[in-house]
C-alpha cells in the first residue's frame, strides 16, 4: 500500500506540476481571456446583475427542464466551495509563503474565461435523459461537439472515480477528522450522520439537490465570509502589512516572511497556481455539469453566471481564509514537533485566535457545510456522467455506492485516497480542455450573438432549446463554414 501511495504521488507530481497541467490550465484561461476580450472584465457588472438581480431563496421548482440560472450556480459553487477553501489555502501559504494568495488570485483571474466558455459549451450541447430530464457536462460536448467519443468515455470514467467516489471519501474525511477534534465526536457517529443526510438529499432528486443548493450555498458562504470579517476587523491594524506581505511574497517570499517559511518564488507560483485551480476547479470539466441544465434566454448568461461562482469561490471565501490567517499572525507556527502546522488545523488555530474558544467549533461547523455541499455538489455531477454512460437505470445502484464510500470516507484516513482523488481530478482536465479549445469557435461567436443580437434586441441565433443536443451548435457551425467558404470565394476573386 506504501509503495502504491509512493508511485501515484510521483504521478501527481508531474501531474500537477509546472511542466504539465498549470500551465495547460493558466494557459488555456490566458487564450480564453484575449480571444474573448477580457469578458470576465467587460461583463462582470452585467454578470452581477444577471445573478443577484432577481435573487431569491425559493426559486421555481427544478425539474425536467432543469434548473433556475441561480440554482445552476449555487450547484456549482456547491462543489466549487470545499475543503480547498479552508484547508488548501492554509496548504499552500505553508509550502509556498503568503506569495501563493498573490498567485490564486492570478490563476483565478484566468480562470473565469475559461469557465465561461465551459459554461456555455456545457448550454450548447446539452440533452435529455433517458427520463426526459434536461441533462449535460462535458461529456456531451466533447462527444457531440468534438465528436470523440472514446475521450468523452474516459471523461466520464475519471469524473465518476474522482467526484463521485473518491472525491466524496476525502470531503467525508475532512468533516469526521474536524469534528472529532473541535468536539470529539467519534468519526462514526459523523459517518451515520453524513450518510443519512446525503441519502435523504439524494432521493429527492434534482428537485431537492437545487432546493438545498439555492438555500444552503448563500447561507454558508455569507456566516463564513461574516466570522471572517468580524476577526479581520478586530486585527484592523494588520490588514495592510497582511496585504503587503501577500504581493511581495509573490515576488520574494523570504523578504514577506523574514525567511521564516524558507518558500521561494517558483514554490509560491507552484502552490499558489495549483491550490487555486484545484479550488476554483476552472477548466475542470466539473462545474459544467450544473451550468448545463440552467434554464436562462441565451447560453451566454450562464456563462456570466459561471463568472460570478469562481469569483466568490475565490476572491471572496478563499481569501477571507488567508487574510484570517495573515492578521492573527498565525502563518508560521510549529506543533510541538517542529513542523509547521498547515491545513485545516492552521486555519482553526487562526480562527481559534481570532474568536478565542469558539474559533475552533466555527470551522468545523463551516467546514462541515463546505464539505457536505461538495458532496452534494460532486455527486450531482457524477451522476450526469452515470446517465452519460449507462442510462438513468444505474443511477439509484450508484446513489447507494456513493453512500458506501461516505460512509468508509469518515473512518479511514488513508493518504492513498487523497492521491488518488489529485490523480482523478487531473485525468478529467485533460479531455475537457481538449475539447474546450478545439470548440473555441462556438464560444466566441456565441459571445458575439448575446452583445451584437440579444442585447440589441434582436433576434439572436442561439435561443433556448429542449430539443436534442447540439442544436444551437450545429447551426452556429453552419455559420462557421459559410463564412469559411464566403472568405474563400473572396479569396479567389
Known sequence: MDRLTEIVSEINSILWGPWCLIPILVGTGIFFT?????????????????????????????????????????????????????????????????????????????????????????????????????????????????????????????????????????????????????????????????????????????????????????FM????????????????????????MIVIGAFSPSAATGGVIGATIK????????????????????????????????????????????????????????VVIMVTGCLGAKAGNGDFITGIALTQMAFSKGMGEAGSGFVAVCLFFAAFTTIIGWYFFAVQNVKYLFGTRFVNAFSVIVLFFIMAGSYLKVNLVWELADLFNGLMVIPNIIAVIGLYKLVVIALGDFEEKYEQGRKPMFRPSEELTGRMAKAAALRINRRKRRDAAEEDL
Not at 129 to 134: A, C, R, S, Y
Not at 150 to 157: C, E, K, M, N, W
Not at 271 to 288: H, I, K, Q
Open 34 to 218: 484575449f480571444q474573448l476580450r477580457f469578458v470576465q472584465v467587460r461583463l462582470f457588472r452585467k454578470a452581477l446583475k444577471h445573478v443577484f438581480g432577481g435573487l431569491s431563496f425559493r426559486g421555481q421548482q427544478a425539474g425536467d427542464h432543469g434548473m433556475t440560472s441561480f440554482q445552476s450556480l449555487a450547484t456549482a459553487i456547491a462543489a466549487q466551495v470545499g475543503t480547498g477553501n479552508l484547508a488548501g489555502v492554509a496548504t499552500a501559504m505553508v509550502m509556498g509563503g503568503p506569495g501563493a494568495v498573490f498567485w490564486m488570485w492570478v490563476a483565478a483571474f484566468f480562470g473565469m474565461a475559461t469557465i465561461f466558455a465551459e459554461a456555455i459549451l456545457a448550454q450548447l450541447y446539452r440533452d435529455r435523459d433517458g427520463n426526459g430530464k434536461i441533462t449535460g457536462g462535458p461529456a456531451y460536448y466533447i462527444s457531440h461537439g468534438l465528436g470523440s467519443k472514446s475521450l468523452a468515455v474516459i471523461f466520464s470514467i475519471c469524473t465518476i472515480m474522482a467526484v463521485g467516489f473518491i472525491g466524496s471519501m476525502v470531503q467525508a474525511n475532512s468533516i469526521a477528522d474536524a469534528f472529532d477534534s473541535a468536539f470529539n465526536v467519534p468519526t462514526h457517529i459523523t459517518g451515520m450522520f453524513l450518510i443519512l443526510l446525503a441519502g435523504f438529499i439524494f432521493i429527492g432528486g434534482i428537485r431537492r439537490i437545487a432546493s438545498f443548493s439555492e438555500k444552503m450555498v448563500p
Open 221 to 244: 458562504a455569507a456566516v463564513y465570509v461574516l466570522g471572517s470579517i468580524i476577526i479581520i476587523c478586530a486585527c484592523w491594524d494588520h490588514i495592510l502589512p497582511s496585504l503587503e
Open 267 to 322: 514554490e509560491a507560483i507552484r502552490y499558489g497556481v495549483a491550490r487555486g485551480l484545484f479550488s476554483n476547479e476552472a477548466g475542470m470539466g466539473s462545474t459544467p455539469h450544473a451550468h448545463a441544465i440552467a434554464r436562462v434566454k441565451h447560453p451566454a448568461q450562464q456563462g456570466m453566471a459561471a463568472i460570478v461562482g469562481l469569483f466568490i469561490d475565490t476572491f471572496v471565501v478563499l481569501t477571507a481564509t488567508a
